[in-house]
Structure formats: structure tokens, C-alpha cells
């Protein structure tokens, strides 16, 4: 589906009719770590459907809801839960929310989402920080990039090495360090799923120097980028990749979301921290 920017501004307008308060930093949550948008203060909520052109999550664990309010002093737009390429959408639909938060003066942008754990020392419930990631669905033809370029939205080729922004990891190394947090940093790897992976493709993932892996997230840093915006991701650990086809374990999306409330105290802390440094 091609937007077009009187999309995303038809889309502004709509938000703009609950709330004019001015926000600078966007926050996306994902599967099971929607509760951090509960914490906003001064909240306005507003449900995916009543925005024109929003894409509505289907996966259980995203509540599918706008919610714009404060914390530590910031005026923050959270989606409290995403679009993801395999339920059908195409990427300038998962992608949608990222123009209009651009479309609405977001300079900043978070986000999160829950990953399995590729890197040998990764446990359930760590938290590792993105400092790089690896788009075999994007390098494959798939991207929200696709298609003719609106100069008015970004540049027609984007640099990528640089992606994740060095002063807001540094703001983040800090957080942790004052909260005694332990903070693994890594290589994110976006397949598109819905399935996860089997061992040999975590072993492939693992040598080509992928440290988690998931189906989200890379398809907005790519647009947030594009568009000029600063980006700070996080992976929370939620299971450990299977890397032995003989191993009794066996992931699920249940586990995803049970070991998600372990990392909300986590990322709680981590957001406070940066929000409040960026204040």
C-alpha cells in the first residue's frame, strides 16, 4: 500500500483533535511490554482504529492503543503494540506509525521489542541494547523503502552505519551503570516469521555475528532513519534460541509474554534514566 504525506498528516489531524500538546520523543513497545506505556502521566489514549490508516495488531500481548503523556519531564507518543510484516501488511502499513510520529515533530525514537537470545551468555530476562542489526528481510527486496521516494520524507538512499545513535547508548551505559543494571549490547537480526527459527538457522545466525534475533523493529529504525530521527532500541531476552535439533526445549510465544514481565522492571528503569537525561 503507498502512503502519500497527506496520509500521515489526515492521520495527525486526528490525533491533534485529542491532544495538541507538542511531543519530541516516540516510544514502541513490544510483545508483552505494553504496560510501560501505563506509566505515562497526563494521558491521552487513543485506540488504533479511530486513526485512519493505522495498522491494528492482532498478536495477543499488544493492547493496540496510542497513548501520549509525560515521563521525567518528557512529553512522550508510546504505541502500545505493532504491526509486524507476517500478519499480512505490507511495510509501508507496519511502518505507518513511524511517519506520523515524524509528521508530529518526533526527533527521538525508542523502541523495544523481545528477542530471542543468540549470543551464548544471553539468559531469559537480560536485557541487550542495539548497537547494529542484520535486515535479511530488507537486503531480500522486502523494506518499507521500496517504491518511489518522497524527497519531503527523507533522502532517496539512506546511510545505515550509524544507525543507532552513540549519545543516547551512552545516556543508556550510564542509566545502567548508576542502577547497577547489567546491559548486554549486540547485533539484532529481523526475519520476518511467524515462525521461529530451527537450530541450523540459529547456528548460521550465530556465525554471521547476530547476538538475538526476532521479526520486528528493523522495518522502523529503517524509516525512522530515513527520516532524520535519532534511534535507541532495546531487545529483551525472552527465550533462549535452540541451537540443537535433539534439545527437549521448545520455544513459544506464551514464554515470550510470561518472561516479558520480568524485563518490565528492566526497561522501566533503563527509559526513566534516558528520558530523564534527555529532560
Known amino acids: ?54 495498522p491494528r495488531s492482532t498478536v495477543h500481548g499488544h493492547a493496540g492503543q496510542l497513548v501520549i503523556g509525560t515521563l521525567e519531564g518528557c512529553w512522550v ?42 549470543h551464548p551468555s544471553f539468559r531469559v530476562g537480560d536485557v541487550m541494547m542495539i548497537n547494529d542489526h542484520i535486515n535479511f528481510a530488507g537486503m531480500a527486496g522486502n523494506n518499507p523503502l521500496m517504491g518511489p521516494n518522497d524527497d519531503s520524507l527523507g533522502e532517496r538512499f539512506v546511510g545505515m552505519a550509524h544507525t543507532y545513535d552513540f549519545d543516547l547508548r551512552q545516556s543508556a551505559r550510564s542509566v545502567a551503570d548508576a542502577a547497577k543494571l547489567m546491559l548486554y549490547e549486540g547485533v539484532y537480526c529481523c526475519l520476518s516469521g511467524p515462525f521461529f527459527e530451527t537450530p541450523a538457522e540459529i547456528r548460521m545466525l550465530r556465525t554471521i555475528g547476530a547476538d538475538a534475533v526476532g521479526m520486528s ?18 531487545s529483551g531476552i525472552t527465550n533462549k534460541a535452540i541451537d540443537k535439533i535433539d534439545s527437549s526445549a521448545e520455544t513459544s510465544h506464551q514464554e515470550v509474554l510470561e518472561t516479558s514481565t520480568i524485563l518490565v522492571p528492566k526497561l522501566t528503569t533503563l527509559l526513566h534514566g534516558v528520558l530523564r537525561n534527555l529532560s
Open 1 to 54: 500500500m503507498a502512503y502519500t504525506r497527506a496520509d500521515y498528516e489526515r492521520a495527525v489531524e486526528v490525533i491533534r483533535s485529542r491532544t495538541t500538546q507538542a511531543v519530541g520523543v516516540g516510544l514502541v513497545l513490544g510483545s508483552g511490554l505494553g504496560g510501560l506505556a501505563d506509566q505515562l502521566e497526563n494521558r491521552t489514549v487513543i485506540p488504533y482504529g479511530d486513526i485512519p490508516g493505522w
Open 77 to 118: 507518543v508510546a504505541q502500545q503494540g505493532r504491526a509486524h510484516f507476517y500478519e499480512g501488511y505490507d511495510l509501508q502499513q507496519v511502518t505507518f506509525p513511524i511517519r506520523v510520529m515524524r509528521a508530529m515533530g518526533v526527533s527521538t525514537l525508542i523502541l523495544t521489542n523481545a528477542a530471542g537470545g543468540i
Open 217 to 234: 523493529t528493523v522495518h522502523e529504525v529503517l524509516v525512522a532513519r530515513h527520516g532524520g530521527m535519532r534511534v535507541l532500541a532495546f
